[in-house]
């Protein structure tokens, strides 16, 4: 009894002195600077501590609308004072004069605190307006010769050939004409109406677009198809958000996330400004929303390509709110954030309180955009994923080019998915096309459709053939070619007994390198050697010269062979140098120093000649070697 009150006694000590210690820890991180942080949660929290206390110490009625905005984003503060500055409270913003931006950004904070955001929603709308400066056409193609028809306006206008070569003969009235041969382009004063086609063979149809100063083409991702006395259908829908009655990109880039990732709003219909207009406004980094609504992979390539090396972005001259503008879509937790992280929480980036630049703006959107945290709801709903409902999650302009219903109700693991009612992709049937299994292949295109199973592939304008497995010959697996009997192997070649295919073929093999052709490397060798030797007489000429002259004097028309000196007797004088008989060992010079007369001037003094000499023995002996 008294141990296990003991016991108790000490168990409770150490809790309370672990809440102690606890208590103390907590208490000294609250007190360290970012720089002195080193977690990335430590200096998350104080980040968020900051900008609390930037907002407290400002109040929310003094900040601006922009402030109030990103305040409200990142923490859910400051929203009744947001709801204050719209126009009919909720309608826009701000109230004295309605922009786009601001009211998309100011729908975005109304749905992260859980407010309505019908009215904003409904004002957007009445703000888009036709997409100018932008030319269209429209192009119809086939596999082989046709003739198509279109009609528009109520009138039917017949005979458009379309050639193998997919030239186009001629145009459809006012609305339509034949534009580089290739396409038919729509009037701009044609941009609304419907142009229903018809072919007399299996075509397609899709509409096409440019600007009207640039000579590159886009192409609708909508393709319509249809096999022969069939119709399709294409129509004109380019939209923009207009402040004053003109497009403005940086509202059309905010309103058109604001939309879809709020309401799942068919979005469609604004791509083509956005996409076309992308490169005359870097300086705003729409790739990041481009790939969001689209989930293209090359936007997202094009912005990676554009961050610097530390991690940032800078394209309007604020690196901190174009680097959380240019990763606002991206998921919390994704690769394209992690090195932006590790620049901001860097010791320099962060100041010392937490904040960046103790900007309330910047803080708020880069909290929100990377390190977002959920924030005071006004009313909470559970929603239901959206591929257990038997629907599909697909980014927003794949459910508009599927003509897909979207739930916003429904929820998508993948941010930037909407929950649609159809697959972006057609199933094989409605392209009217073959599935080839693994083990086919096909005639014509491949491409990728909604029905197809694990290793299955839609022929589109082909047909769908087995492998045939070829087996290698016993001749093709030793190097060999099998050729008919009657022609026999080249001059290069030389028969084999491997197998062929036919007993009426033979096997021919390249020959290996035979003796002629050893011996002509050998008489190369040799030549390369010659002219070696030859080189080195001229080089040491000089030296050489004395030799010459000795082998010289002994081939002298009319003049008898010399006798050969003999060591200890006295030479006679001449002007020849000694002869000395083959069969007989050279001795060395030295030998012949004693009792030598005087010699005459073109004899080389005895130390000369014997200088030379040696010299002489050892350039021979140096050639001998490189002859070996």
Known sequence: MKRGVLISIVFLIILIGFQFVYAADEESTSNLTASELTDESDKVDLAYSCLEDKIEEKTCEDLTLSEKIFSTIATGECLSELIDDAKSNGECWPSSSCKIKESAQAMIALERAGSDTEDVHDWLLTKNTSATDLQWFLQIEGNEEMTCSIKYDNTVYESIKVNEDRTISSGAGSCVSVYNNYWLIISEDCYDEEFVISCDKSFQTNLMYKKASSSVFYISQRTNSGPAESTTSEKINSQCFAENGVCDYAATLWAVYALASVDSYDISPFWPYLQIMAEENENLLPEGILSYVSDSASFKSSLLEKQESDGY???????????????????????????????????????????????????????????????????????????????????????????????????????????????????????????????????????????????????????CSDYVIEEETECEQSSGTCVPSAYGCSSTEEEKAYGCETSSEVCCVEKKIDETTSSLWIWIVLLFLLILLVVLGILYRDKLRPYWIKIGSKFKKGEKPRPTFRPGFPNSPSNSLPIRTPDRRILPPQRYTQNRPPVQQNIPKPSTQNKQTDEMDEVLRKLKEMSK
């Open 313 to 463: 972005w800078e394209a309007s001259g604020d690196k901190f709110y174009d680097t959380a503008f240019a990763l606002l879509p991206f998921g919390e937790s994704s690769t394209e954030k992690s090195k932006s992280m590790s620049w901001l929480l860097s010791s320099g980036v962060q100041d010392d309180e937490g904040c960046w630049k103790g900007n309330i703006l910047n803080t708020a959107f880069i909290l929100y955009s990377l390190w977002p945290r959920a924030v005071s709801s006004g009313s909470s709903t559970t929603t239901m994923d959206c591929t257990d409902q038997g629907y599909f999650c697909i980014s927003p302009l794949e459910c508009s080019s599927a003509s897909g219903t979207s739930f916003s109700s429904y929820s998508c693991q993948k941010v930037g998915d909407t929950c649609c009612s159809k697959n972006a992709l057609n199933t094989c049937s409605e392209l009217n096309g073959n599935i080839c299994s693994s083990s086919q292949t096909c005639s014509g295109t491949s491409q990728t459709t909604s029905d197809l199973s694990s290793g299955q592939t839609c022929c589109i304008n082909g047909i």
